[in-house]
C-alpha cells in the first residue's frame, strides 16, 4: 500500500483547492482531485469565451465534475482575497507572484502537479533535464527499462500526466519524468536518478538570468538523500560543475574518455564514452563493458550517441548489454525529432519541431551533414533570446534553399548572411502576423502558410534530397506547442499527392 498518497488522500478531502492554468497537466489534476472530494476552483488568464476554455467547462460538465472558475485579466484576485489550504501553481508562475505569495501568508500549501506527483509516487524516478537531448535520453532511459521487463511511466514534458495514475504505480515499477527549467524552478524535491544533459542559453525570455536558469537545473538533484544518483555530461562546463553541489553519487559522460574522466571524483564514479574503436563504453570500479558500436545506432547524430551515453549510465545496474544493443539498433527516434514522414516523388520529408532553439537546430544539422544530406529547410518560430552563432554555418552544410515562417525570421536572415561566406543560398520568407491556430477565425490562416511553404519547398527540392521542417524556435507564435506544430505538418505532408 502506499501510505504517503493515503494519507494526503485523507488530508486533501473537503478542503479548497485553487489550480492555477487548464491545461495539458493541470486537466486531468481537476479531475482527479475531484475524485477525491476536494472543492476545486480553476484559474486562467483566458477570458470565459476562449474556445479551450468552453471545450473544457463542456468536457466538465459532460463529466459530471462541478467546480468553481476565475477567469479573465483579473483571474488570480481570489487568490488575495479567499483561503485555499492547497493552491497548485502552473510551471511557469513564480512563488514571487505577489497573488501566491499572499496565498502563502494565508497559509496555503503551494505546490506543482508534478512535485506532488513526485512525493507520492512509490517507485523509483529517473529524471532526465538539459538545454538539449532531454527528450529523447528520457525516452531511451524508458525504452532501455522496458526492453528489461520493467513496467515504465513515462512523464513530465512528455507522455501523460502521471498524478491521477499514482494509484497504478507500483513500487517494483520505475518512472521517467522530462523536466524542463519551468518545472524545477522553486521545486524542493529531487529524483531517485537525475541526468542533466547540457546546459546552455535558453528560455531566457523568461527566466530573470542565465544563472536563475542554471540554479533551477540544479533541482533535479539538489534535494536527493546520500543513495541519489547525479549522471552530468563532462563536456560542458556548466554541468560538470554541477558534481560539487551533488549529495549522492556522481557519474560523468563525454564522448571523449579523457574528457569523461577529467573529474577525479573520489569515491565509486562511473564513466560513459566512446573507446578509440567508436564503441559506446561504460566504466566503473568492476571494469568496462562496451555496449555497441556508434555507428550501429539506428537515430543519427553525434548528438544522440551523447544521449545513450547518458541514457546508459542512468540505467546502469537495471539493464543489461543485450537489452541496451536491442534498443539502440532498433529504436527509430522520437516524434518531432528528425521525424521521417514520407517519401514523395524522391524526397524524404523529416519533421523536427522539437527544435525550438539554434542550438537544436544546429545539432540536426550536423546529424543530416554525417548522413550527407542535402535539401530545403522550412524553419521559423518565436525567438527566447538565445544565441544563433553557428546556426548559418550548420544549415548551409545542408540546406541552401531556406524557407521561414515565424516571428525569428529575421534573425535567422541575419545569421545565415553572416556565416555564408559566400556560400549560395535563397531565402523565401512566408510573411506572417499574430494569427494562432488555437482561434477558429486564424486558423485557416496558419494552415494555409504551411501550405504555401510546403508548396515551395517541394518545387525547389530536387529528387534524392530531404525537405526537413526544423523550426529554431517555439511554437508560441502561432500554435500551442511543438507537438502542435509538428502533427500538423505531419498531416499536411501525408495528404500530398
Not at 550501429?296 to 539493464?319: F, K, Q, S
Not at 521559423?380 to 540546406?399: F, N, P, S
Amino acid at each position: 500500500m502506499n501510505y504517503k498518497l493515503e494519507d494526503f488522500k485523507k488530508q486533501i478531502h473537503g478542503k479548497r483547492a485553487a489550480v492555477i492554468g487548464v491545461g495539458i497537466s493541470n486537466v486531468p489534476l481537476i479531475r482527479w482531485l475531484n475524485t477525491l472530494g476536494v472543492n476545486v476552483t480553476a484559474f486562467d488568464r483566458l477570458e470565459p469565451d476562449d474556445p479551450s476554455i468552453m471545450k473544457t467547462k463542456s468536457d466538465f460538465d459532460n463529466e459530471g465534475i462541478k467546480i468553481e472558475w476565475s477567469l479573465g485579466r483579473d483571474y488570480l484576485d481570489p487568490l488575495m482575497k479567499e483561503r485555499f489550504e492547497y493552491v497548485f501553481k502552473t510551471p511557469k508562475m513564480r512563488y514571487s507572484t505577489p497573488e501566491l505569495m499572499a496565498a502563502r501568508n494565508n497559509g496555503s500549501i503551494l505546490t506543482t502537479e508534478m512535485e506532488l506527483f513526485m512525493n507520492l509516487c512509490p517507485a523509483k524516478i529517473f529524471a532526465v533535464t538539459g538545454s538539449d537531448g532531454k527528450t529523447t535520453t528520457t525516452t531511451l532511459v524508458s525504452e532501455l527499462l522496458k526492453a528489461s521487463g520493467y513496467k515504465v511511466y513515462i512523464g513530465g514534458n512528455i507522455g501523460t500526466p502521471l498524478l491521477d495514475r499514482v494509484e497504478q504505480i507500483d513500487s517494483t515499477d520505475m518512472v521517467v519524468l522530462e523536466l524542463s527549467s519551468f518545472q524545477l524552478l522553486d521545486s524542493v524535491t529531487s529524483a531517485d536518478c537525475a541526468v542533466v544533459t547540457n546546459v546552455t542559453p535558453n528560455h531566457l525570455d523568461f527566466h530573470k538570468d542565465y544563472n536563475e536558469y542554471i540554479d533551477a537545473k540544479t533541482n533535479i538533484f539538489k534535494y536527493q538523500s546520500p543513495t541519489g544518483r547525479l549522471i552530468i555530461n563532462a563536456a560542458c562546463d556548466i554541468t560538470y560543475k554541477m558534481k560539487e553541489q551533488r549529495r549522492g553519487s556522481v557519474s560523468f559522460f563525454a564522448l571523449d574518455e579523457s574528457v569523461a574522466k577529467r573529474s577525479g571524483a573520489s569515491g565509486p564514479v562511473s564513466y560513459a564514452y566512446l573507446d578509440t574503436e567508436g564503441f559506446l563504453t561504460v566504466e566503473n570500479s568492476s571494469g568496462k563493458i562496451r555496449l555497441v558500436n556508434e555507428r550501429d545506432i539506428m537515430i543519427p547524430g553525434r548528438h544522440n550517441v551523447e544521449n545513450y551515453l547518458a541514457a546508459a549510465l542512468a540505467v546502469e545496474g537495471y539493464v543489461s548489454k543485450d537489452s541496451f544493443v536491442k534498443v539502440a539498433t532498433e529504436f527509430k527516434g522520437v516524434a518531432h525529432r528528425i521525424e521521417f514522414i514520407r517519401e514523395l516523388d524522391g524526397v524524404r520529408f523529416y519533421n523536427s519541431s522539437i527544435d525550438t532553439s539554434p542550438n537544436r537546430t544546429i545539432n540536426t544539422m550536423n546529424a543530416l551533414a554525417s548522413r550527407g544530406q542535402k535539401g530545403v529547410l522550412i524553419c521559423g518560430g518565436a525567438d527566447k533570446k538565445c544565441d544563433y552563432t553557428g546556426l548559418g554555418d550548420a544549415i548551409l552544410q545542408v540546406c541552401d534553399r531556406i524557407i521561414v515562417y515565424g516571428t525569428n525570421a529575421g534573425f535567422i536572415k541575419q545569421i545565415l548572411d553572416k556565416e555564408s561566406n559566400g556560400r549560395p543560398y535563397q531565402f523565401i520568407e512566408i510573411e506572417g502576423g499574430d494569427e494562432v491556430y488555437e482561434f477558429p477565425e486564424s486558423r485557416d490562416i496558419v494552415v494555409d502558410k504551411y501550405v504555401e511553404a510546403i508548396a515551395k519547398a517541394r518545387e525547389l527540392a530536387r529528387e534524392g534530397e530531404i525537405i526537413i521542417m526544423s523550426s529554431v524556435g517555439t511554437s508560441y507564435d502561432h500554435f500551442r506547442h511543438f507537438e502542435h506544430r509538428g502533427d500538423m505538418f505531419r498531416e499536411l505532408v501525408n495528404g500530398l499527392n
